[in-house]
């Protein structure tokens, strides 16, 4: 089996290390990971922010790099959800390009279900005595429908306590460029999670979206609520490999 990494932009340019620890969990199981070098941003800024006739020569390119692919695994929710939803807005009427976005939306996949539903593998040998919660962020859930499979991932991790956060559901305030748009209602949004997560008393945040991620460790920092944060894939990476989870932990 060969897995074609959409590495994403944000993580591409600035958490490098997350793709890093994807490709590590996948190659333990044996796959060949490919990284198509001809990849770009999937158009998603440009989609959100109303420029379509720019965000379809961006993304044309994207498909280009993934046209032969037998999956496509990403660490972002909000990146996959502008392949299997929003392509086909954006190429309505043109056939032969979303005849190429069907094919894709279907080996398109959010890596914790690519885990569990494709490769049926829940356990990765993990370990972590530690308190945490988990972010689910909005596009993996309502876009992608991510539900259980990164909860089924993480009650597999030896010594790991998985608190409960409190209207979980609930958007990090972040949404692309709505944060800079909106930047007012963002900080408020923002700030309401802090304060849920901050009611857990857990040591550590985990997600699955580093835009996410990278907002609300912001708005921590700012609220100076001293909590690390990280990517569940970096998480388990280091859970599995014996790497400390909260030495020399970054705060974004």
């Known amino acids: 089996m060969q897995v074609s990494l959409f590495i994403t932009c944000l993580v591409d340019t600035m958490f490098p290390q997350v793709a890093e620890s994807l490709v590590h969990l996948l190659q333990r199981q044996g796959i060949k990971v490919n990284v198509p070098m001809s990849q770009t941003c999937c158009g998603q800024p440009a989609f959100n922010s109303g420029y379509f006739e720019e965000a379809r020569e961006v993304a044309k390119t994207w498909l280009d790099a993934f046209a032969d692919s037998e999956y496509i695994v990403t660490p972002s929710g909000s990146c996959g959800a502008m392949v299997t939803h929003d392509y086909p807005i954006l190429f309505k009427g043109d056939l032969k390009r979303l005849a190429l976005i069907s094919k894709l939306a279907q080996r398109t996949y959010d890596w914790t279900q690519?885990?569990?539903?494709?490769?049926?593998?829940?356990?990765?040998?993990?370990?972590?005595?530690?308190?945490?919660?988990?972010?689910?962020?909005?596009?993996?859930?309502?876009?992608?429908?991510?539900t259980d499979a990164p909860y089924r991932l993480m009650s597999q991790v030896r010594g790991l306590q998985l608190v409960?956060?409190?209207?979980?559901?609930?958007?990090?305030?972040?949404?692309?460029?709505?944060?800079?748009?909106?930047?007012?209602?963002?900080?408020?949004?923002?700030?309401?999670?802090?304060?849920?997560?901050?009611?857990?008393?857990?040591?550590?945040?985990?997600?699955?979206?580093?835009?996410?991620?990278?907002n609300i460790a912001g708005r921590m920092n700012r609220m100076n609520t001293k909590i690390p944060v990280l990517h569940l894939a970096e998480f388990l990476d280091r859970a599995s490999s014996g790497i400390p989870i909260l030495s020399g932990e970054r705060r974004v």
């Open 114 to 146: 690519f885990f569990v539903d494709v490769l049926q593998i829940e356990d990765l040998h993990a370990q972590a005595n530690l308190v945490a919660t988990y972010h689910p962020s909005c596009h993996a859930t309502r876009l992608l429908g991510v």
């Open 164 to 214: 409960d956060l409190p209207l979980a559901d609930q958007c990090c305030g972040f949404g692309g460029t709505f944060a800079v748009k909106m930047p007012e209602i963002s900080t408020a949004m923002a700030t309401e999670k802090v304060m849920h997560i901050a009611e857990t008393s857990a040591e550590l945040l985990l997600g699955q979206d580093m835009g996410c991620l990278m």
